[in-house]
């Protein structure tokens, strides 16, 4: 059971309508700062939703399975502020509980928080994993 398109339209959906996430990106209509594919125009700072994975099983005939979701935030501030700002807004709103289309979601967990600069030396890349665990209904 591949549970990525629902998730994915979830987190997006969450990201881009969030009180606290939109301000932070937000630009115009076509630039809505929350992105799979960015654009080559798109300014920043920006979000991407990046890697999923996904482990099944079974309980008590139940479908569940625990599907892992990076996400990614760019800046190109001075310092790494700006990017704590943003993973910490992402973390918020993807914390609170998520309607997943055709899935309960069981738990969710923070797997991992960090920023860095880029290999470029201008950029700041904030990366935060999470786990869902997700059940068919």
């Given amino acids: 059971m591949v549970s990525f ?3 994915h339209t ?3 959906q969450r990201l881009v309508n969030d ?3 939109k301000p932070l990106v937000y630009k115009d209509t076509k630039f809505k700062g929350v992105y799979d594919a960015v654009p080559n125009d798109a300014p920043f700072p920006y979000i991407v939703i990046g890697e999923p994975s996904e482990t099944d099983f079974d309980v008590k005939l139940k479908e569940t399975v625990e599907t892992s979701l990076t996400i990614h935030t760019w800046s190109n501030k001075t ?3 700006e990017s704590y700002k943003l993973l910490q807004a992402v973390s918020d709103a993807l914390a609170a509980f998520l309607i997943v289309t055709n ?3 069981d738990y969710v967990k923070k797997v991992r928080t ?3 600069d880029d290999i470029d030396g201008v950029l700041r ?3 935060l994993t999470l786990e869902y665990t ?3 209904i």
């Fill in 5 to 7: 398109l629902a998730l």
């Fill in 10 to 12: 979830a987190v997006y």
């Fill in 19 to 21: 009180a606290a996430v």
């Fill in 79 to 81: 310092g790494k502020m």
């Fill in 103 to 105: 899935y309960e979601v």
């Fill in 114 to 116: 960090s920023v860095f």
């Fill in 125 to 127: 890349h904030g990366v």
């Fill in 134 to 136: 997700l059940t068919k």
